[in-house]
């Protein structure tokens, strides 16, 4: 099986602006995790999407949106870039269901905030 | 809530000695465990987990870890490294109880640096 896409790979954006980042989770996996990692705060849980619908969301501000999409890839969008913002963000394809509750990471885009 | 402690930022080894990171952590309730491998520019790839039975777990590269239930440890060991074990490594715990499906809590990591 193909692993976990994201695209882009690597961003450019400036302060206040938008950005929308794409996660294909493994096939037949209908449950994605979405992790920013920072050097000073560490890999933090963003939000969980299982079938389209939000599950579980970490303590980030209203800024951090995402969705699912019905064939499971899922889309985080950050509004109003803040130069914090500068990170890593990570996905994970779930495999719910299983009952061991495994994450595959995807290779993550390093977003930078100028 | 859930918390992981790495008890190590960063372990120097020689090529071909053994080596332990070590991790603990803290929950109110029942909990999964993961060992994640993170080489430079690249995301996470599982080691190797713990969700039940025998608790001394093998995962892939030579790795294996044990689970301590009275010390709530989960340390990771390997008897032998190599120059490619050089990266960053993370201990996760998830809730087996499923009421925070999709959540790993992760502890801050620790980089293990193989000298020749």
């Known amino acids: 099986k193909a692993g976990v896409t994201q695209t882009p790979r690597y961003l450019i954006k400036t302060r206040g602006q938008q950005v929308t980042l794409s996660c294909s989770p493994i096939?037949?996996?209908?449950?994605v995790s979405w992790y920013q990692q920072t050097p000073g705060q560490g890999l933090q849980f963003l939000f969980e999407?299982?079938?389209?619908?939000?599950?579980n969301k970490g303590n980030f501000p209203g800024r951090f949106s995402g969705r699912q999409f019905s064939n499971s890839r899922s889309e985080m969008n950050v509004s109003t870039l803040e130069l914090g913002d500068s990170a890593l963000y990570l996905c994970?394809?779930?495999?719910?269901?299983?009952?061991?509750?495994?994450?595959?990471f995807g290779p993550g885009t390093r977003l930078t905030v100028l | 809530a859930q918390s992981v402690t790495q008890l190590d930022s960063q372990v120097p080894v020689f090529e071909e000695a053994p080596v332990e990171l070590r991790c603990n952590y803290s929950?109110?309730?029942?909990?999964?465990l993961f060992w994640y491998v993170q080489y430079p520019n690249q995301g996470l790839q599982l080691l190797l987990k713990?969700?039940?039975?025998?608790?001394l777990v093998k995962g892939i590269n030579g790795f294996e870890a044990e689970f301590n239930k009275s010390q709530t440890s989960f340390h990771l060991r390997k008897p032998s490294v190599h120059i490619s074990d050089t990266a960053e490594y993370f201990c996760?715990?998830?809730?087996?109880?499923?009421?925070?499906?999709?959540?790993?809590?992760f502890g801050q990591g620790t980089i293990l640096t193989v000298h020749p």
């Open positions: 999407y299982f079938s389209e619908t939000q599950r």
């Open positions: 994970a394809s779930n495999d719910r269901g299983s009952s061991t509750d495994t994450q595959y």
């Open positions: 929950s109110s309730v029942s909990v999964y």
């Open positions: 096939s037949g996996h209908r449950s």
């Open positions: 713990y969700l039940s039975g025998s608790t």
């Open positions: 996760a715990v998830s809730d087996a109880g499923g009421t925070s499906y999709g959540k790993l809590t």
